[in-house]
């Protein structure tokens, strides 16, 4: 029965997930850098007929584009700015592959901050300074045959942060499922996920194209901008909602950050409750409230899209 259903294939997308790669980047006197990355390259094209026909003879081994993800981190000056790694990346696909219109990359770079030793930075000892990443997605199309349409988005990954007062949450529908009492004084704590996307730039094709290979744009400073709004708005809104203060965050980013037309954020709400200690004759509640228990689950999601208004009226 089912050999008769008539289905298309409507859309494909394959590569390598997870190629994990650190480049150290050897100065002058010993001085040392480094980076540790996780990349995904998808690919789009003309693959159908792997799927349909099972027929491999265009299909580019996920082995081979591993090998190109390392081979690639070892010629680029890029590798420690990972948006442009990720359009060099996605430009070689392109270049190579001429059944390729797409390529998607993903990639997650991990902190690593120099070490402060005996008040000196040293030259080639590093810790890990927090466990949020700072994520970069490049989709690379073919426009026509000289150009490229490069979409780029950044992004922080997995950044928890706790406030433990400078949180309410008032005045919300009451009705006959409402048990959540009203509070102007919380702990207020979440795991931000944030992207923000970048205009569409157009690039010129080709291996050979010298100039105009890469976007121009300080991605770093966009990142370093945007983080520094996320953690100091969570520090110092005085917070009517999680909606609110995201809504603020995005909103800043917009504001400093002229290349970015739009900022995505995911809050959940990871509640931490205060504890009962009546039974035990103990105060615990109100301005009393001192010990709190962390519920990992279930948590609020709060999420939007924040979009610069010459861009939404579009
Ligand atoms: O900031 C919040 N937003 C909500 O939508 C919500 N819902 C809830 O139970 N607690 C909270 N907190």
Not at 27 to 32: E, H, K, T
Not at 219 to 224: A, G, K, S, T
Not at 249 to 273: R, S
Not at 286 to 308: E, Q
Request: aromatic share 8%; with cysteine.
């Amino acid at each position: 029965m089912a050999s008769n259903t008539r289905v298309v294939l409507k859309s494909q997308r394959y590569g390598k997930d997870r190629v994990r790669l650190v480049k150290v980047i050897r100065g002058d006197n010993g001085w040392q850098d480094v980076v540790e990355l996780t990349v995904r390259v998808l690919l789009e094209g003309d693959f159908e007929t792997s799927y349909t026909h099972a027929d491999n003879s265009l299909v580019v081994a996920t082995d081979s584009m591993k090998n190109t993800v390392y081979v690639l981190a070892k010629q680029s000056n890029h590798v420690g700015r990972p948006e442009l790694f990720a359009q060099e990346l996605g430009r070689h696909f392109l270049d190579t592959y001429s059944h390729v219109s797409t390529a998607h990359v993903r990639i997650l770079q991990h902190r690593w901050a120099r070490m402060n030793v005996q008040g000196r930075l040293h030259p080639h000892s590093f810790r890990r300074d927090g466990d949020d990443k700072r994520v970069c997605e490049a989709h690379v199309s073919r426009t026509d045959h000289s150009r490229y349409r490069v979409d780029i988005s950044s992004g922080i990954s997995q950044l928890l942060v706790l406030k433990t007062t400078g949180s309410s949450f008032t005045n919300f529908v009451r009705d006959r499922f409402t048990t959540l009492p009203e509070t102007t004084d919380r702990i207020l704590s979440t795991v931000v996920e944030a992207e923000w996307r970048f205009h569409p730039a157009y690039l010129t094709a080709g291996a050979n194209a010298r100039e105009d290979r890469l976007t121009d744009i300080d991605y770093d400073e966009v990142y370093q901008a945007a983080r520094n709004i996320t953690l100091n708005v969570f520090a110092e809104d005085n917070s009517a909602s999680v909606q609110a203060t995201l809504y603020r965050m995005a909103q800043q980013i917009i504001e400093v950050a002229p290349d970015v037309d739009q900022v995505y954020y995911a809050l959940p709400n990871k509640h931490v409750f205060t504890v009962n200690l009546e039974p035990f004759g103990l105060k615990n509640t109100g301005s009393d409230a001192t010990i709190f228990m962390p519920f990992d689950d279930p948590s609020g999601l709060i999420t939007a899209t924040v979009v610069r208004k010459s861009a939404a009226k579009l």
